[in-house]
């Protein structure tokens, strides 16, 4: 099982990566990033009840670490050519997307991902 807590940033986002393509997957509609997040924390049991708790940086800032590994969790399948943005805000599936089956195809989706992310 994984452990959310104990991952590291690039382990979590991989994490997310496949969640949030089961996730619109699942719903079959385009989503906005904080219905894609709200789908998670209500159907991904391996995400602790804690998550979302706000952190405060050094300069003051809050924010919220989950939110923000799920955005670059998109913005990864975006550039792996997995999702695209049809307005600002919203994440619909790509037709690649729509085809990847994660339990055949999430190595061919990862390596998607990091070639693209090198361009």
């Given at each position: 099982?994984?452990?959310?807590?104990?991952?590291?940033?690039?382990?979590?986002?991989?994490?997310?990566?496949?969640?949030?393509l089961i996730c619109l997957q699942a719903t079959k509609q385009p989503m906005t990033n904080a219905q894609i997040r709200e789908y998670l924390l209500k159907h991904v049991d391996e995400?602790?009840?804690?998550?979302?708790?706000?952190?405060?940086?050094?300069?003051?800032?809050?924010?919220?670490?989950?939110?923000?590994?799920?955005?670059?969790?998109?913005?990864?399948?975006?550039?792996?050519?997995?999702?695209?943005?049809?307005?600002?805000?919203?994440?619909?599936?790509?037709?690649?997307?729509?085809?990847?089956?994660?339990?055949?195809?999430?190595?061919?989706?990862?390596?998607?991902?990091?070639?693209?992310?090198?361009?």
């Amino acid at each position: 099982m994984f452990d959310y807590t104990t991952a590291t940033r690039d382990q979590k986002e991989e994490f997310l990566q496949d969640k949030i393509l089961i996730c619109l997957q699942a719903t079959k509609q385009p989503m906005t990033n904080a219905q894609i997040r709200e789908y998670l924390l209500k159907h991904v049991d391996e995400l602790p009840a804690n998550v979302t708790k706000l952190t405060t940086s050094k300069k003051g800032s809050v924010y919220s670490d989950f939110q923000i590994r799920v955005n670059m969790s998109i913005t990864s399948l975006y550039k792996g050519g997995l999702v695209d943005h049809p307005k600002r805000g919203v994440t619909e599936l790509t037709q690649l997307g729509k085809n990847i089956n994660l339990n055949t195809g999430r190595k061919h989706m990862h390596k998607l991902i990091v070639e693209r992310w090198q361009k």
